[in-house]
Every structure is written in C-alpha cells, then in structure tokens.
C-alpha cells in the first residue's frame, strides 16, 4: 500500500514557514557567516512539547502500552502529531547516548514474515552540535529459532526534510523491503533509524552518523534485556541517499561509538562527493533532491539558511519551500527534470559557489575518516544518480587508510536496477561476520584502481 503524503510537521506548517518566520534569539544573534560550518549555531529548534506527565517525575524509561498499526488499534498517528516523536530534553539530558527511552509494540502483520516482536522505541542520541536530543527507530527481531547473533541497522531513503515522511512511520506504507525479508529471514535482528532525527536534516553527515550508531546501542541493549542473549555483531546497511548516512556512521563508528565493534557495512549507490552530486542531480529526475538537500542544511546551518533566504527567487521561493511540505513520491512529480538550480535562485548556479554553502556540502560529503570495519561498496556503471569517478576516489582514500573494501560496479546497470544485488550484500556480511574477509581491497568486477 502507498500512500501520498503532505507534511504535516511543525517545520512546514506553511509554505514560507522555513524562510519567513526565522526570528534569531539572543544565543543566535551573532553573526557566524564567516565561522566554520561545525561552530556555527543552528537555527531555532523545531516542535516542542512534552509527552510525558511531569506531575509523575521522569521514569529512566517508559513502556507503553499501546499499540501502533495494530488491528485493535489501527489508526496510524503521523509523528508531527503523535507525541511519541516528542523530544523530551529532560529525559535526554539525564541518559547517556544510546539508550531506549521509551517503546511500544508494533503490528505489522502482512508486511513481513517470521517475526517474534516488532518494537518502536525513542533512543537517545546527539544532534549535530552534540547536544542532547533523541529519535525513533523500529526494532524487528525474527524468530528465535531463526536468531544468528547478528543485528544489522538498515538506513532506508527518505529523502525529506518532513518528519511524516520518516522511516519509522512509513515502514506502515511501503511495499515490504526485499532487503529487511532477506535479513530477516537469515536471522538477523533489523533495526530502522529515524537518521534525520527531528529536524529532518536530511543530508547533514553527523546526524545521521549518530543517530545510526545510537540506534544500534539501544537495539543491543533492548534485545538482551527481552532475553536474547549472545554478543550480537553489528553491520550497517543503506543504498542511495541512505548510502550516505550509513557511510558517516561506518567513518563515525570506531571513534563515536567503539564499544559497537562494528564488523562490517555496505553502501550501494553512494553520493560522495555532494557538490557535485548536488549539481548532477539537479535537471535529472531527481531534481527534488536539489531542493531537499539544501533545505535539509539549512535545518542545520545558519549560513545555509541565510544564504537561501538572500538569494532565493520571490517568484520562486513558495514552490521551492513547499518541498518541505511533502514525502519523495510527490516531490519528484513536482520538481521533475528541473533546473531547480537556475529557475530558484537569483544567482543561479551561484548559490553552489557561495563559500559558506560550499564549506557545509564539503563538510559533509564523505572521505573525513576511513573505516575500521569491512566495506561492500556497489554500483551500478549506469547509475545517474551518483558520481562515479567520486565514488573510485573516496574508495581510494579508504584503501589507502587501510580499509578493506571490496568494491563490486556492475556493468549496464542503473539505480533501479543495482537495487537488487541485495542477496550478494547478505553474502558479504555472512563473510565479514565469520572473520572470512581478506583484508584487502578489490574490485569485482576489474582494476580497482582504473578510472
């Protein structure tokens, strides 16, 4: 079942909200355009509210009793209105990262098969300036006669900046994933990170990488308190846009989370380099993503954020902020092959040029640490949506650093299509985890190093 979605989340709220109703507080008034993008402070935070009963005091952890999607209970709330999406500072601020806070059971029935208990629960993690915040993650864990002591965090597309489009609320609506069956079925533990976090900052690397990792921590944790035991190995897993976050939690992981030991992750599909994948992108059919991305970093960055209020098109301004107000399946019908570039800004292709623009996409792109764990990276030699000789060159640092990569790009192949080398992703994992990866790099499929 599908479903289009309208945000409904406080960030779009009205078209013009992100760019019109921006009122910097005292703690915000200096002028950091000239800082560099990680000191820079953010813009004002997003919702508000508070789901718990301070008249209760705050427990250390709260077990609902409801339900989500459940046939007693079928109405699925969408997170801009549902206060189990609410940050709770107080909560966050006194909990270590990684922790379940609060959960409640799932029922998916029909969409996935051989499922013990499915969880939806809110974690704590750290937003991009370190701070303390929190997100959502579904936890689905197969039988147990099924288990194989691993748990692998599977990053989805989202591709939004709209906290109803995230992960943990539309595994209610997309057609179950081959990938988290196949998963499922060898008997791993899957777990389905909310990377955005709140904000919604989509393409923004540090978020995703810890929101990732936490996501892991609280998985472990939870499944051994429900009695499963084992030391459970850890991977991480994403295709696309999702390949990038899942790439920041691999960097971020022996340094940010080292207790993790994280064995191995795949990255099929992966945007390297984001200058030039933000150009590629733009006239494609996925033109939206350029609209997206630079919403997403102004969700973050106050110089990304200024920079769209000077120079975005008053003609133009309401169609470009109105992608804050709907999922990808929308998103890409309205901005499809347009020169969202030329046709939005005053400055055309400018806004790329601008330094404080371009010191935040260099920021984030890949290639600031090289992973400790074991690398599956593939790609399709006529995937449009990323940047080849980007990708050959991030793997090249990596392998230089001494990561082992194995790197499959599969001939005559597009995006779609390089969707299905899931089984041999499996493969890889199955490999990485019984310690039977060479430490090497590779390419499958000739020189790794020819251009």
């Known amino acids: 079942m599908f479903k289009s979605l309208i945000c409904l989340a406080p960030l779009a709220a009205t078209a013009q909200a992100l760019f019109t109703e921006y009122q910097p507080s005292n703690q915000h008034n200096q002028d950091d355009s000239q800082m560099p993008p990680q000191q820079q402070q953010p813009p004002p935070p997003i919702g508000g509210g508070d789901p718990y009963d301070g008249s209760q005091g705050v427990p250390n952890r709260v077990f609902s009793s409801s339900w989500v999607g459940s046939p007693s209970n079928p109405q699925i709330i969408p997170p801009s209105q549902d206060h189990f999406y609410t940050v709770n500072t107080t909560l966050v601020n006194s909990q270590p990262n990684g922790k379940v806070l609060l959960e409640r059971s799932m029922g998916i029935n029909g969409l996935y098969s051989g499922i013990e208990e499915a969880i939806q629960m809110v974690y704590s993690t750290k937003d991009n300036y370190d701070g303390a915040t929190s997100s959502v993650a579904d936890i689905l864990i197969p039988r147990k006669d099924k288990l194989n002591g691993r748990i692998m965090a599977v990053a989805l597309p989202e591709d939004s900046v709209c906290l109803d489009c995230a992960p943990s609320y539309n595994i209610f609506f997309r057609r179950s994933s081959p990938v988290i069956q196949s998963l499922l079925d060898e008997g791993y533990i899957v777990v389905i990170p909310d990377y955005e976090g709140v904000r919604g900052s989509y393409t923004v690397g540090h978020v995703s990488g810890t929101h990732i990792l936490d996501a892991l921590s609280a998985t472990k944790d939870r499944v051994q308190e429900l009695g499963i035991k084992g030391q459970f190995d850890v991977g991480i897993w994403g295709y696309g846009t999702a390949a990038l976050a899942s790439g920041w939690a691999a960097e971020m992981a022996s340094d940010y989370a080292p207790h993790l030991d994280l064995k191995a992750a795949a990255l099929g599909s992966v945007m390297a380099n984001l200058t030039n994948w933000l150009i590629s992108s733009n006239g494609s059919p996925s ?165």
């Open 287 to 451: 033109s939206y993503l350029v609209a997206t991305s630079l919403l997403g970093m102004a969700t973050e960055y106050k110089s990304v954020f200024v920079a769209l209020e000077d120079n975005l098109s008053p003609r133009r301004k309401k169609s470009f902020n109105s992608a804050a107000n709907h999922c990808a399946t929308d998103n890409t019908l309205r901005f499809l092959e347009s020169d969202v570039l030329r046709g939005s800004f005053q400055n055309g292709y400018n806004i790329i040029a601008d330094p404080n623009v371009r010191a935040v996409y260099d920021l984030n792109s890949l290639g600031k640490n090289a992973p400790k764990c074991n690398m599956f990276v593939y790609q399709g030699s006529q995937d449009s949506t990323t940047v080849l000789h980007d990708v050959r060159s991030l793997l090249k640092y990596y392998c230089s650093q001494g990561t082992t990569v194995k790197y499959h790009e599969i001939p005559d192949t597009t995006h779609a299509q390089g969707m299905d080398m899931y089984l041999d992703v499996i493969d890889f994992f199955d490999d990485a985890f019984a310690n039977k990866v060479t430490s090497s790099c590779e390419r499958i499929d000739g020189n790794f190093y020819q251009n």
